[in-house]
């Protein structure tokens, strides 16, 4: 379902009068699938992340709802297996990853810094092919035998169960030249691209976010490429690296998977960051606290994350002396993030806070990705880990990290940019709801998954003992509660399309470029070379009834 | 279609200065243009490193982990096969720094025989690794999953050198078939096309011609004795065992294949010094070398096919006159991806072949 190129479901009814928007620019259905807009590729990006998201939502329901009782509730231990494992492998690779860079990102970085398009709009392209055709993989392997080696294909597991491993090994094969090309040409445009005045401390820190992300995509990524290769060499030909009864080495694939995958987890989280950077300034109407400290701080976690991953392998089987570097290299890794979240507090403080949407989402986001990070620091702990590797003390940890973060976020950047991709408003009470819902699902959700961990839950298991039930019950009103909450703000952006007042310029008073260009932008983004300014210089920005936004004033 | 965006003045009226076609319409000028091709292949090649440095991680753990292995089985390598290729490949670098040169000239003539050189090259690398691999899945040299142990069960002949000249043979007619009827049009541009395609497809049997030979002629020599001076001349034991090893690769001859006449240049390799370390001659063994040998000389011979593809697409547009001194980004970044597909190649030559 997400791999259908179908047109997004903007309706560009009313605006067609006016001349000169992206949606209205030219029509039909091959307007869009051969478009080199960086803005329709990033709102069919968006339509393809989302429908993954259903239906990696609609498999996450299925796993709570089974474990709602202690013996399971209606599915086979295989069955089970395969549930998680598409669950887990469609909300990394082809939702989160892709969700902020792609999406979002694909759409304001050139508006946001003030050029025309990316520096390669074919590449652009092609990379949202690419991202279908490995989602089309992945969906094979659904619907053919079922994928059961959970989202790491560890081996020896990945080579001996008759599940479509090549297949899906091959989705994120196509899936990882999608996200590198995708962050080959952000870095190019950044460097290359900036319009006369937009200096490197001039660029708004979603765009630093997302730069270094691009620089964990073109890295890391290779590495998985060439470790799914590997992997489906194993299987093919038997190659003998990974297969121990070839005399290969399974903790070779370990190292191999997570030099990419810790990374990775920064390509979730950083442009999520990046987006909190701007709505805390923009709904708080002032200044970004120590912009030099976050924008430092983005590439900081971006190189440092390339050194922790063996904290995933504690208890894999290695040296004594590399547990405990890696383990102190992960606890250097927190710092910066503590800086932005400091930041993003100072930020605030003196501000005039307006609770907006966006800005609900944003503060949801402190608090979760706060207990994320923070349960991160007792995991990175030798001897804590010990405990608490494989339990549901891991699952809560990142999904407090992935979700609390980075999916929190990205739908704060949604309705904060929303008004800018499609041109209307939303209502302003459906969005607060759906905010409020989402956080005491989420919490709901995931709290007693802490818990459960520390009394010795593990992870990836289909039934538990008795005693476990009322909390893995919690959990399961919880899903169901965010699950709601989700769909409200679903309903909420859908019902703008049809309903929505006109957006203005720049609705929330924000002063970086992208709130210069019309809502929605025109196909070019701007008629001629922007003026560059400071991005969180928020003088002079008034808000103008009539306009129903905020214009400046001289 | 209108938001297609590519070389076209179409949106020049857009703008206070001209865009030439070669211009893409969101670059500013042409240094933006350039700078931008640059960067995003440097990238790229960035991420080729990376890409095979898994498999450079993979050579050095075992490496170490197992040395013996790769001493026993690198023996199997032919280190004239690799070191021809390596010829080969840094020539074909310096045409294709000559096609740059070229482009960056405006000399249009030299730019298409540059890069039809370097598509040559190309082809003929591929042509003697078609006998390089060929040669060792004969002998069951193959990764850990199908590795035959050596001089015990008899190996798998297979048609392979001819079915993998199937497709070269196929692209051979096409465009010699091409290359007349272009003659007889006397279409030029045609001509110039087809010329490049045909020479590169027949290099490919050149190079295997050339492959053949060097390893039937090291064959030969050792099935009578005479070469063990060349093949065994750096190996560390001593003479006696050299009369050993005769006498088990006779025995295993005589002894395994009873009544059957097998072309001695094939079945008596000369490569089989080493088939008395049992503990090393099995699958999950002497396999994982040639498992690793396959993926590292396997990835990088699908990097050269990549580059004759991009090497072919810029004969096209040479053959157009695209290039000339204002305009030669794309030979300048497919030349540097060919340097990079060269200096991988001088890695694994060493790494593979040479290092006992
Ligand atoms: C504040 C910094 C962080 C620290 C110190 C940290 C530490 C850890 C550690 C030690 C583990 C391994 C636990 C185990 O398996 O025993 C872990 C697992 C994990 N973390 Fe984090 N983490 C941090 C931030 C993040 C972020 C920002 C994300 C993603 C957005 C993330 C995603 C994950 C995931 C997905 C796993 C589990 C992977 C799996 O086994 O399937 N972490 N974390
Ligand atoms: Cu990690």
């Known amino acids: 379902m997400s791999a259908v190129i179908s047109k997004p479901l903007v309706a560009p009814v009313e605006s067609a009068k006016e001349p000169g928007n992206f949606l209205t620019h030219t029509s039909g259905f091959l307007s869009w699938a051969l478009t080199l807009d960086h803005k329709r590729i990033g709102l069919m990006y968006l339509v393809g992340v989302m429908s993954s998201f259903l239906l990696g939502g609609?498999?996450?329901?299925?796993?709570?709802?089974?474990?709602?009782?202690?013996?399971?509730?209606?599915?086979?231990?295989?069955?089970?297996?395969?549930?998680?494992?598409?669950?887990?492998?469609?909300?990394?690779?082809?939702?989160?990853?892709?969700?902020?860079?792609?999406?979002?990102?694909?759409?304001?970085?050139?508006?946001?810094?003030?050029?025309?398009?990316?520096?390669?709009?074919?590449?652009?392209?092609?990379?949202?092919?690419?991202?279908?055709?490995?989602?089309?993989?992945?969906?094979?392997?659904?619907?053919?035998?079922?994928?059961?080696?959970?989202?790491?294909?560890?081996?020896?597991?990945?080579?001996?169960?008759t599940g479509p491993v090549v297949l899906a090994t091959m989705g994120v094969f196509i899936l990882g030249f999608s996200s590198i090309f995708t962050g080959l040409n952000f870095i190019v445009t950044i460097n290359t691209m900036r319009p006369p005045g937009m200096t490197w401390f001039r660029m708004p820190l979603l765009l630093w976010a997302i730069y270094s992300t691009s620089i964990i995509q073109v890295l890391a990524t290779p590495v998985l490429g060439i470790t799914m290769l590997l992997l489906m060499a194993e299987r093919f030909l038997g190659i003998g690296i990974f297969d121990p009864k070839l005399n290969g080495d399974p903790v070779t694939y370990q190292h191999f998977f997570w030099f990419y995958s810790h990374p990775a987890v920064y390509i979730m989280i950083l442009p999520a960051m990046g987006i909190i950077s701007e709505l805390m300034s923009v709904h708080s109407h002032k200044g970004i606290f120590g912009y030099r400290m976050i924008a430092y701080s983005s590439v900081?976690?971006?190189?440092?994350?390339?050194?922790?991953?063996?904290?995933?392998?504690?208890?894999?089987?290695?040296?004594?002396?590399t547990t405990i570097v890696f383990s102190a290299l992960t606890f250097t890794v927190s710092i910066p993030s503590a800086i932005k979240v400091f930041n993003w507090l100072f930020t605030m403080y003196k501000g005039t806070v307006s609770l907006t949407t966006p800005m609900l989402y944003a503060l949801s986001f402190m608090f979760l990705f706060t207990i994320g990070g923070l349960t991160g620091l007792p995991l990175g702990a030798l001897s804590i880990d010990r405990h608490f590797h494989d339990t549901y003390f891991v699952v809560a940890h990142f999904h407090y990290v992935m979700m609390g973060g980075t999916l929190v976020a990205f739908l704060g950047g949604i309705f904060h940019w929303w008004p800018k991709m499609v041109g209307k408003m939303y209502n302003e009470l459906g969005g607060q709801i759906s905010a409020g819902i989402v956080f005491v699902g989420f919490n709901l959700t995931f709290l007693p998954q802490f818990v459960l961990g520390t009394r010795g839950m593990p992870r990836r298991y289909a039934t538990y003992v008795p005693e476990f039930e009322f909390l893995h019950q919690l959990s399961t009103y919880g899903a169901f509660l965010l699950g709601i909450g989700l769909f409200v703000a679903l309903g909420v952006l859908i019902n703008s399309l049809f309903r929505g007042k006109k957006a203005p310029t720049n609705p929330w008073g924000g002063a970086t470029l992208e709130w210069v260009c019309s809502s929605p932008p025109p196909h070019d983004n701007f008629s001629k070379p922007p003026v560059v300014g400071d991005p969180y210089d928020f003088r002079g920005l008034e808000y103008d009834a009539r306009e129903g936004g905020y214009v400046r004033r001289k | 279609m209108s938001d297609i965006t590519i070389p076209t003045s179409e949106h020049a009226d857009d703008h206070s200065h001209d865009h030439p076609a070669w211009l893409a319409h969101h670059f500013d000028d042409a240094e933006q243009q350039f700078d931008s091709g640059k960067l995003g292949m440097w990238l790229f090649l960035v991420t080729e490193v990376l890409f095979f440095s898994g498999m450079f991680v993979a050579y050095a753990l075992f490496r170490s982990l197992h040395p013996e292995v790769f001493v026993y089985a690198s023996q199997f390598l032919n280190a004239k096969l690799g070191a021809i290729n390596t010829g080969v490949l840094l020539f074909s670098?310096?045409?294709?720094?000559?096609?740059?040169?070229?482009?960056?000239?405006?000399?249009?003539?030299?730019?298409?025989?540059?890069?039809?050189m370097t598509l040559s090259c190309a082809a003929m690398f591929l042509g003697v690794k078609a006998v390089e691999y060929t040669h060792k899945w004969?002998?069951?040299?193959?990764?850990?999953?199908?590795?035959?142990?050596?001089?015990?069960?008899?190996?798998?002949?297979?048609?392979?050198?001819?079915?993998?000249?199937?497709?070269?043979?196929?692209?051979?007619?096409?465009?010699?078939?091409?290359?007349?009827?272009?003659?007889?049009?006397?279409?030029?541009?045609?001509?110039?096309?087809?010329?490049?395609?045909?020479?590169?497809?027949?290099?490919?049997?050149?190079?295997?011609?050339?492959?053949?030979?060097?390893?039937?002629?090291?064959?030969?020599?050792?099935?009578?004795?005479?070469?063990?001076?060349?093949?065994?001349?750096?190996?560390?034991?001593?003479?006696?065992?050299?009369?050993?090893?005769?006498?088990?690769?006779?025995?295993?001859?005589?002894?395994?294949?009873?009544?059957?006449?097998?072309?001695?240049?094939?079945?008596?390799?000369?490569?089989?010094?080493?088939?008395?370390?049992?503990?090393?001659?099995?699958?999950?063994?002497?396999?994982?070398f040639f498992g690793i040998y396959y993926m590292m000389t396997g990835i990088h011979a699908v990097h050269i096919l990549g580059g004759m593809g991009v090497i072919t697409w810029l004969?096209?547009?040479?053959?157009?006159?695209?290039?000339?001194?204002?305009?030669?980004?794309?030979?300048?970044?497919?030349?540097?991806?060919?340097?990079?597909?060269?200096?991988?190649?001088?890695?694994?030559?060493?790494?593979?072949?040479?290092?006992?």
């Open chain 1, 300 to 321: 900081a976690i971006a190189l440092f994350g390339f050194l922790v991953w063996g904290h995933h392998m504690f208890t894999s089987g290695m040296a004594n002396v």
């Open chain 2, 138 to 288: 004969d002998l069951g040299l193959l990764p850990a999953g199908m590795y035959i142990t050596q001089g015990v069960a008899e190996p798998n002949h297979g048609n392979w050198l001819q079915i993998l000249c199937i497709p070269a043979a196929v692209f051979a007619v096409i465009f010699a078939g091409w290359y007349l009827f272009a003659l007889v049009g006397r279409n030029r541009f045609q001509l110039q096309i087809a010329g490049p395609l045909l020479v590169a497809s027949l290099c490919f049997f050149a190079g295997v011609q050339l492959g053949v030979f060097l390893e039937s002629g090291e064959s030969h020599g050792d099935a009578h004795g005479s070469g063990h001076g060349a093949t065994h001349g750096d190996h560390h034991e001593g003479a006696g065992d050299h009369a050993a090893h005769a006498i088990i690769v006779d025995h295993m001859v005589a002894t395994s294949i009873p009544g059957q006449a097998f072309p001695s240049e094939v079945f008596v390799d000369p490569k089989r010094v080493g088939i008395d370390e049992p503990e090393i001659n099995q699958r999950g063994r002497a396999g994982i």
């Open chain 2, 93 to 116: 670098s310096l045409t294709m720094a000559w096609a740059v040169r070229a482009a960056q000239l405006s000399q249009q003539k030299i730019l298409v025989s540059m890069l039809a």
């Open chain 1, 58 to 161: 609609v498999l996450a329901l299925v796993v709570r709802a089974h474990l709602f009782y202690a013996d399971g509730a209606f599915l086979t231990l295989k069955q089970y297996n395969q549930i998680f494992t598409l669950h887990g492998a469609v909300m990394v690779f082809l939702f989160i990853i892709p969700s902020v860079p792609a999406a979002l990102g694909n759409f304001l970085l050139p508006i946001m810094l003030g050029a025309k398009d990316v520096a390669f709009p074919r590449l652009n392209l092609s990379s949202f092919y690419l991202w279908v055709g490995g989602a089309i993989f992945f969906l094979v392997a659904m619907l053919t035998t079922g994928l059961d080696t959970g989202w790491t294909f560890y081996t020896p597991y990945s080579l001996e169960t």
């Open chain 2, 315 to 356: 004969i096209v547009k040479a053959a157009r006159h695209e290039f000339h001194s204002k305009y030669f980004g794309p030979v300048d970044n497919v030349g540097l991806y060919w340097h990079l597909v060269d200096f991988i190649w001088i890695f694994l030559f060493p790494l593979l072949y040479l290092i006992r």
